[in-house]
């Protein structure tokens, strides 16, 4: 992995490399695999109080949003994928999605944090009771399917993958109109792989002590 290209945010120190878990099928999510290396593409960051960077893959293009620079939830980066794909639209949000928890002590894992703060959609269709343990740079991570009514761009399907660092919740969701494709899950799987973080960066703990659903992510 490269360091982050000149048009980013200067940091205070130079992020961490990342460490994908070893991955046989780029193309789809399995038990302990939610990782791809991530290749090509532009290199973004340092997002939030975490100082998150990522790479988006070749093609994808960034919607321009305001993303949070505090420890707020909010969405740190918006990714639509190339008209070619053909899953209808599809769409990558990576970001915070903090609860009254934080930070969890070390040995967490994010399953245990899935189950309990999203029970409903975990027991529900297409999860019906399935979530599968994985890791994001050495974090401990989760995933599910999901079906979702996206304020955006309507009625969805794709994966929840959410992992912890230092004991703060943060999240990928990848949609899809018409499910995603083989390409897209890839494409998502090499976001999660570039994901890398400022040494020493100290997030500002929530004031409000609320807890957000998942849900409220999108």
């Known amino acids: 992995m490269t360091s982050p290209s000149a048009e980013a945010a200067s940091p205070a120190a130079t ?20 990782t791809y290396p991530s290749g090509t593409g532009t290199t973004i960051g340092a997002l939030g109080a975490h100082g998150m960077y990522l790479t988006i ?4 293009v960034q919607e321009d949003i305001s993303s949070p620079t505090d420890d707020s939830q909010g969405t740190y ?6 008209p070619g794909y053909g899953s209808g639209t599809t769409e990558i949000r990576i970001g915070r999605s903090p609860d009254a928890s934080e930070p969890y002590p070390a040995g967490t894992t994010a399953e245990r944090v899935v189950r309990r703060d999203d029970d409903a959609q975990v027991r529900s269709a297409p999860a019906n009771g399935a979530v599968f343990s994985c890791s994001v740079d050495g974090d401990s991570a989760a995933y599910l399917p999901v079906t979702l009514d996206s304020p955006r761009v309507g009625p ?6 959410i992992w912890l660092h230092d004991g703060y919740v943060f999240a990928l969701d990848l ?10 899950i890839e494409d998502a799987k090499k976001v ?17 002590g609320c807890h957000l659903a998942y849900s409220d992510f999108d």
Not at 23 to 31: D, I, M, V, W, Y
Not at 57 to 60: A, D, F, L, R, V
Not at 176 to 184: F, I, L, R, S
Request: charged share 5%; net charge negative; proline share 17%.
């Open 15 to 34: 992020p961490t490399t990342p460490s994908p878990s070893p991955s046989a099928n780029g193309t789809a999510f399995a038990p302990g695999d939610c």
């Open 156 to 161: 969805t399907s794709g994966y929840w993958v």
């Open 175 to 184: 949609e899809a109109t018409n499910g995603p494709g083989p390409q897209a």
């Open 192 to 208: 999660l792989g570039s994901v890398m973080w400022t040494p020493g960066a100290t997030p500002v703990a929530l004031a409000c």
């Open 77 to 82: 980066a918006l990714l639509m994928a190339p």
């Open 57 to 60: 893959p070749q093609g994808w």
